[in-house]
């Protein structure tokens, strides 16, 4: 009788034991301040709404970069890569919740009987239900499920951060390939301007006017200046290009318009 007692006792007080095989995730506590002061500033005026929070079409107006940034997100391949690990962490949630569900399996079966010589065959039919459900005594498909749900919001929020990577690197590239292109003009401005003073010296020169020296000058100067166009035009294929993998456009025929006025993002 005490044998029987005490298996019974050791039994019981398995599942309790069982309860302490996972430990539930707590949050650490941080120590994080309210507000952040404005550098600089002398009156503690602490710092508005951030700029990241903010709605990236009421920050980036222009309507071509809006236009790039909506391709970027919606056919881009690392926006299209995060979508597609966040279905793959639902789906892998799905299953494993799934677990914890009772099973139910259905069967039938026909078999043909022939009932007397030469006759036609019938069929008989058999048909069965049947369930089972595995008791998670342990807590182990619970802590499985909770697992793939955090991986699932890990997921999502990889997601979102993917999306706030292209809306910045967009607009960036955007931006950079306007700068180069504006200083591309200056350049071709500044050539021109320099080749049409080499005329001019040229022709005084030609009346006795100005020196050989000045000359050589004049063409050394208009030579640097044009010797800065090609490592430019070298950036603009490179920054377009870069924009194109962003957008999971071929490189090769893929340009942005040149646009000399810009909507600039408000200060």
Known sequence: MTAVRFLVLTLAGLP????????AYQRPTLDVPASYTVPGATDGASLGTSFGTA???????????QRLIDEALSNGPDGLLAAAQEREAAAAAGVTRAQQLPSVGLSLTTTPVQRQP????TSSFLGGVSAS????????????TDAARADWLAATENRHGVSVSLVANVASLYYRLAALRASERVIEEVAETQREGLRLIHQTAAAGINT?????????????TEANAPPLKQQIVEVQTALAV???????????????????PAA
């Open 16 to 23: 309790l034991a069982g309860c302490g095989l996972y430990e």
């Open 55 to 65: 709605p990236w079409r009421s920050v980036y107006t222009d309507p071509e970069l």
């Open 118 to 121: 030469n006759a036609t065959l």
């Open 133 to 144: 459900w595995e008791i998670d005594l342990w807590g182990r498909y619970a802590h499985a």
């Open 212 to 224: 050989a020296a000045e000359e050589r000058q004049q063409e050394s100067a208009l030579a640097a």
């Open 246 to 264: 962003l957008l999971g456009r071929p490189p090769g025929s893929f340009t942005v318009p040149d646009r000399a006025e810009l909507v600039a």
